[in-house]
């Protein structure tokens, strides 16, 4: 390995670095209560060298959501080959649900920070990401209201809707918000996610 594909692999190790001990610092304190100083000490270098690969705390965090929307986006697009729009929504329910499980941190930052959400014109904020997601589960509604599986007039609204409903399972869990249930309760609550999915669309069916 040359000197300067060393340096390069050096540099992309340090990014690597800076954005994994960021981001557990933003769950776990809050992104507000985190500042430069502390990512540095938590990676044991110098301020100045986080410098050296991000401008400020909004770029940090903006690169994370960014990580997270590409790896989300990347699972959701292997339901595109579903043909029925309705187990299209369903498989894209099981992979949202899966994702944000099987990266909680991810999702802490990417759903429910409120730092992620400053400055959304911003063309670094990593948002187009996060967009063409939920573009993917639009279009997919739209193919439904297309074929008369769904009666809705208004495709964003019942976009959200059913977002809203995978959300909130995947909140709560995350969240810890079903500690008080047994185990196996739990476990029947998370198995029979997808069917609450279907039912509400049941619900708004002609």
């Known amino acids: 390995m040359g000197i300067s594909e060393r340096r390069k692999r050096e540099?992309?190790?340090?990014?690597?670095?800076?954005?994994?001990?960021s981001m557990e610092l933003f769950v776990k304190e809050g992104f507000?209560?985190?500042s430069i100083r502390h990512i540095a000490e938590r990676i044991e270098y110098s301020p100045a060298t986080i410098y050296l690969y991000f401008k400020n705390k909004d770029e940090i965090i903006y690169k994370l959501?960014?990580?997270?929307?590409?790896?989300?986006?990347?699972?959701?697009?292997?339901?595109?080959?579903?043909?029925?729009?309705?187990?299209?929504?369903r498989k894209i329910g099981e992979v949202y649900i899966h994702f944000g499980l099987e990266n909680q941190e991810y999702y802490e930052l990417m759903f429910i920070t409120k730092a992620t959400?400053?400055?959304?014109?911003?063309?670094?904020c990593g948002w187009d990401c996060g967009e063409e997601a939920f573009m993917t589960?639009?279009?997919?509604?739209?193919?439904c209201i297309d074929?008369?599986?769904?009666d809705s007039q208004n495709v964003v609204a019942t976009t959200i809707?059913?977002?809203?409903?995978?959300?909130?399972?995947?909140?709560?869990?995350?969240?810890?918000?079903l500690e008080i249930l047994p185990d196996e309760h739990k476990?029947?609550?998370?198995n029979q996610a997808q069917n609450f999915i279907l039912d509400l669309i049941q619900r708004i069916r002609k």
């Not at 540099?11 to 001990?21: C, D, Q, S, T, V």
């Not at 995978?166 to 810890?176: D, K, M, Q």
């Not at 476990?187 to 998370?190: E, K």
Request: no cysteine; glycine share 6%; proline share 3%.
């Open 11 to 21: 540099k992309e190790l340090m990014r690597k670095l800076i954005l994994r001990a």
């Open 32 to 34: 507000h209560n985190v």
């Open 65 to 89: 959501n960014e990580e997270g929307f590409r790896e989300l986006n990347k699972r959701m697009l292997r339901t595109s080959s579903v043909k029925d729009p309705l187990e299209r929504i």
């Open 117 to 124: 959400m400053k400055n959304l014109e911003e063309p670094e």
């Open 137 to 143: 589960l639009q279009n997919t509604v739209q193919d």
């Open 147 to 150: 074929s008369g599986i769904i």
């Open 161 to 177: 809707g059913l977002w809203a409903t995978v959300h909130g399972f995947v909140s709560l869990i995350i969240r810890e918000r």
């Open 187 to 190: 476990q029947a609550i998370l």
